[in-house]
């Protein structure tokens, strides 16, 4: 697996990020840690599709409504619609090769 783009950062508030273009890892073991890249690699092509700072205020949009709805950060995280998506296909070695654009739509409902 390359790791052109993928930048080390050991005080990144989470494991991994991505940044576009770039994936930001918390620890340099991360560079071969096959999901995590896969998930922020699925980030980084939702980013792509909406033309960059689309993604992030829908990002942030949507990640307040779920914490006024859930009350709980962790809740509101993992019901952004991005991160189901990201979540729920990570394991799919061949997902970013089959992924129709604007996947994450189907994760809404």
């Not at 697996?1 to 990020?17: N, T």
């Not at 994936?23 to 690699?41: Q, V």
């Not at 979540?87 to 994450?104: C, I, K, N, S």
Request: charged content about 20%.
């Amino acid at each position: 697996m390359a790791d052109f783009g993928i930048i080390h950062i050991s005080f990144l508030p989470a494991e991994g990020m991505a940044l576009f273009p770039f994936i930001l890892i918390k620890k340099k073991t991360y560079k071969t840690d096959a999901l995590l890249i896969r998930h922020e690699r699925i980030h980084l092509r939702q980013q792509a599709e909406m033309a960059v700072i689309f993604f992030y205020l829908f990002y942030l949009l949507n990640y307040i409504f779920n914490l006024l709805l859930y009350r709980n950060h962790r809740q509101a995280y993992l019901n952004i619609i991005f991160e189901k998506e990201a979540y729920t296909m990570e394991g799919e070695v061949d997902y970013l090769r089959m992924r129709r654009p604007f996947a994450w739509i189907k994760f809404i409902f």
